[in-house]
């Protein structure tokens, strides 16, 4: 009879302290038995969500395809959502720019701190394009890491979308104005809603295709030609409003990376269906048919391990 434990999950809390007193929150997650020189994976939700998105209430989310391959899962919350820790003055005061400027980079700093494999950043969505900024502006930022890998991200203009594109920007800065927070919760749309200043930055940038800072100081379009890490950028083939082909054919475009993947998924691309903007990474069609991608590219980025 066999003495070989099954693989389980373990995982613990980590605190993560950024700017203005927030502390983030991270889930170190893997199998057991798996050593500190595995391949490492920071993943870092979008809008109006947090890491329950990847790692889910009993551990079966996306990252766990992740972990059974053998990596150790860190997955983030930015604050303000999940259980990232508000200061002793609760406010709605930050922008897009604190999550390129703060969050992202102290997640990547103190995960790398502790992790001694080659790391990964995995972001959706919104995360994915702050992400790409973060490591455009602070271009030091990306020793840390073999690489980055999005999905579904791509900065909203009104190329596509139509008239509905127009009237949800516009209706939810204006909302998130009256309120000082968008509220998603209340409206259905995630879990955890975002400042006034997120959701005004998404509007201002939209009508000419702008990519920058709320100042205006820092164009982030011109930041990611600092970007020289591998970048896998995969998008849904009906994801046609909130991250298009067309505009992560953009995105990717402006990066300044020698290997710069984009992966439409999508059943001309050899899926079972036509991946959206969240079934592109969770649901088991993902985990079968993107997830398996991801993996194999970053093997194909650090093959030593």
Request: proline share 6%.
């Amino acid at each position: 009879m066999s003495t070989n434990a099954k693989p389980e999950l373990t995982s613990q809390d980590l605190w993560v302290p950024t700017s203005q007193e927030h502390v983030l929150h991270v889930v170190e997650a893997r199998m057991s038995g798996t050593p500190d020189s595995a391949p490492g994976v920071l993943f870092v939700p979008g809008l109006f969500s947090d890491g329950r998105f990847f790692l889910g209430g009993q551990g079966d989310g996306a990252a766990r395809t992740f972990m059974d391959a053998g990596c150790v899962a860190y997955v983030a919350s930015l604050r303000g959502h999940g259980r990232s820790r508000w200061p002793a003055k609760r406010a709605y005061d930050w922008s897009f720019d604190t999550y390129v400027r703060h969050d992202i980079p102290d997640l990547v700093r103190a995960v790398r701190a502790r992790h001694t494999g080659p790391l990964f950043l995995l972001a959706h969505s919104m995360a994915g394009y702050a992400a790409l900024a973060a490591l455009g502006v602070e271009p030091s930022l990306q020793a840390s890491l073999s690489g980055v890998c999005t999905l579904s991200s791509a900065v909203n203009d009104y190329s596509d979308g139509g008239f509905k594109k127009r009237f949800q920007l516009g209706f939810s800065a204006a909302v998130a104005g009256m309120l000082g927070r968008f509220p998603a919760k209340a409206l259905r749309q995630g879990p955890w809603d975002e400042p006034a200043g997120v959701m005004r930055q998404f509007t201002d940038w939209a009508p000419t295709g702008a990519f920058r800072s709320a100042d205006g100081a820092t164009d982030y379009w011109r930041a990611l030609g600092n970007v020289t890490l591998p970048v896998f950028a995969g998008v849904g083939a009906a994801d046609l409003f909130h991250a298009s082909p067309q505009r992560v054919e953009k995105l990717v475009a402006h990066l300044g990376s020698a290997r710069k993947d984009l992966f439409v998924l999508g059943r001309a691309q050899g899926l079972s269906w036509e991946a959206g903007h969240f079934d592109v990474v969770r649901g088991e069609r993902a985990r079968a048919e993107v997830l398996p991608r991801v993996l194999a590219w970053m093997r194909q980025v650090a093959p030593a391990h």
